[in-house]
């Protein structure tokens, strides 16, 4: 009795598209860029009046220069998170990936995360509001370094799969305007029956509710693909077949 091996067929694996090709990249840059062009300026011309958001009234001028240094810096975080996930980038060009990602790191989540985190407690929002957005300063630092630390060990796979959370958490902050005008869309019709014509009530409930779907949103979507990919490529991996004879 003798067995026999039968190795898949050495077919050469199908070429990646060019960067140009990715359709998701140039979307993304762009609306990083157009974001940070819509915030940023408002809080570099240390006016109080220019705050899109509404101020702590006790301390203004305190509230908006913590608010500004934290979009500030969250803008440089936005825009180099976006570099770390250019599958191009990191090929082609990896001094550029591991520079821009420690900019990431120390120039964008670090600062970023701890003006948040002020900023989240002198919020005008409630008490739940204020916990969504603590619980996200600390799970962006959490995720941040966890791949940063797997770098650091040269485990890359970890070190992707942290970035990719962390990446979903840095973008919440986008989506988080998406989140406002659907949640406003769907709860304008119920504002004379069950806010009372209160308009105030619901644009707080909007508010709460934007905070916590915005990254617990992300942060499932981030996982649902991380599980996703290695399913994939085991369907697309020929068996090995073993026959006897």
């Known amino acids: 009795m003798t067995q026999t091996l039968d190795r898949p067929d050495s077919t050469p694996a199908p070429a990646r598209p060019k960067w140009y090709r990715r359709p998701w990249i140039v979307p993304l840059f762009a609306v990083a860029g157009l974001f940070v062009a819509a915030r940023l300026p408002f809080y570099l011309t240390f006016d109080t009046g220019d705050s899109l958001v509404e101020l702590q009234p006790a301390n203004p001028e305190t509230h908006y220069l913590m608010l500004s240094a934290h979009i500030l810096f969250g803008s440089v975080a936005l825009i180099t998170c976006s570099m770390q996930v250019w599958t191009w980038l990191r090929q082609k060009h990896p001094k550029v990936h591991r520079v821009s990602g420690r900019l990431y790191v120390f120039l964008g989540v670090v600062p970023s995360g701890i003006f948040a985190l002020v900023v989240s407690i002198m919020s005008t929002v409630g008490p739940d509001g204020k916990i969504g957005n603590v619980l996200l300063s600390l799970l962006w630092f959490a995720t941040t370094f966890a791949g940063f630390l797997a770098a650091r060990r040269h485990d890359f796979q970890a070190h992707r799969r942290w970035m990719?959370?962390?990446?979903?958490?840095?973008?919440?902050?986008?989506?988080?305007?998406?989140?406002?005008?659907?949640?406003?869309?769907?709860?304008?019709?119920?504002?004379?029956?069950?806010?009372?014509?209160?308009?105030?009530?619901?644009?707080?409930?909007?508010?709460?509710?934007?905070?916590?779907?915005?990254?617990?949103?992300?942060?499932?979507i981030a996982q649902w693909w991380l599980d996703r990919r290695p399913k994939r490529r085991a369907r697309n991996t020929p068996a090995t077949k073993v026959a006897a004879a």
């Open 164 to 220: 990719i959370r962390s990446f979903a958490l840095c973008w919440s902050i986008v989506v988080n305007r998406v989140w406002i005008v659907l949640l406003l869309v769907i709860l304008l019709p119920f504002k004379d029956s069950y806010y009372g014509g209160d308009t105030d009530a619901l644009v707080a409930d909007v508010a709460v509710a934007s905070i916590w779907l915005s990254w617990i949103v992300n942060l499932m």
